[in-house]
């Protein structure tokens, strides 16, 4: 195996891994590989599959013509459906 340096990983980063070492009764090195080898697909698992909507957070576009038609068209009750 290699030996790597890893460079401004964040407090708040190393004090998790620390957490789930203690937890796991492992060591921090363990959890830092599993962690890595999870994040970049490399764990026999493949790569994580998300199912939430994270990925879109933020890509929202202002849409005058689309507001406009949700306050008049989708705002109307259709009697026919309501029967």
């Known amino acids: ?30 959890v830092c590989v599993e962690a890595l080898a999870r994040g970049l697909g490399t764990d026999g698992r493949g790569q994580r599959r998300f199912t ?3 990925g879109f957070i933020g890509d929202w576009e202002e849409d005058p ?8 068209e989708l705002q109307q009750v259709d009697p026919e459906l309501w029967r």
């Open 52 to 54: 939430d909507l994270s």
């Open 65 to 72: 013509a689309f507001d406009a038609y949700i306050k008049t």
């Open 1 to 30: 195996m290699k030996q790597i340096t890893l460079r401004d990983i964040d407090e708040r980063t190393i004090a998790r891994a620390r957490e789930i070492a203690r937890e796991r009764g492992t060591s921090f090195n363990a």
